[in-house]
C-alpha cells in the first residue's frame, strides 16, 4: 500500500506534507464551513472534537497529505490517495481533495495535484482516477484543466447514504 512519502513536496506557493496536531486549527476552520466536506464525501465538522477525530485518521492512513499555504503559513487543504479497485488490468491511483473555501479559484488545487505527479510515478502508479459528484461543478472544471477524461457516470451513497450520481475521470501522467 502507498503511504506518503517521508519527504515534503513545494510548490512556489504550497508545501505538500504529513499532518501535524499544530495543524489541528486550521483543519477545523476550514473543515467546519457547511457543504465543503459534503462535496468531498464528510460530514463538515460541528466541533474541534470532530477535526481533532479527522486529524487522527489522516495520520493513521499516512495518505492524506496536508496542503499547506506558505505564504499564510496554514494548512488549507487535504490530498488524499489510495489504489482505486475498479480496475483490475492496470494500476490506478484514485485521487480525493478538499479546499479551504477562501482559496477556491485561485488555482491552488491544481498546482498541488500536478505537484504530486513524479511521487506517484515514483511508486509506478502513472494512471489516476477521481470520481466526483455529477453537480460538483468546481471539481469538474478543476479536473478538465488537469486534463483528465470523463471515464463513467453511475450511483454511488454519499455520506448520507443516499443515493447520488457520479462521475469517475481519469488520466495518464506519464
Known amino acids: 500500500m502507498l503511504t506518503l512519502p517521508e519527504y515534503k513536496i513545494e510548490t512556489n ?3 505538500l506534507r504529513k499532518w501535524t496536531h499544530f ?5 477545523y476552520e ?3 464551513i457547511d457543504g465543503l466536506g459534503e462535496m468531498a464525501g464528510w460530514h463538515h465538522f460541528n466541533n474541534m472534537k470532530d477535526a481533532k477525530t479527522f ?7 499516512n495518505t492524506v497529505f496536508c496542503v499547506y499555504h506558505k505564504k499564510d503559513r496554514k494548512a488549507i487543504g487535504t490530498l488524499d490517495f489510495a489504489e482505486d479497485d475498479k480496475f483490475i488490468t492496470k494500476k490506478v491511483l484514485a485521487i480525493g481533495y478538499s479546499l479551504s473555501k ?3 479559484g485561485k488555482g491552488i488545487m491544481k498546482e498541488a495535484i500536478e505537484a504530486v505527479y513524479d511521487f506517484f510515478l515514483e511508486n509506478d502508479f502513472s494512471t489516476l482516477s477521481a470520481t466526483v459528484y455529477k453537480d460538483n ?14 471515464y463513467e457516470n ?3 451513497y454519499n455520506v448520507d447514504n443516499k443515493l447520488v450520481e457520479v462521475n469517475k475521470y481519469i488520466k495518464q501522467i506519464k
Open 154 to 156: 453511475y450511483f454511488d
Open 137 to 150: 461543478l468546481n471539481s469538474i472544471r478543476l479536473l478538465d484543466k488537469l486534463g483528465f477524461e470523463f
Open 55 to 61: 486529524l487522527a485518521l489522516f495520520q493513521y492512513l
Open 30 to 32: 476550514f473543515g467546519k
Open 23 to 27: 495543524d489541528l486549527k486550521d483543519l
Open 102 to 104: 477562501d482559496y477556491w
Open 13 to 15: 506557493i504550497l508545501i
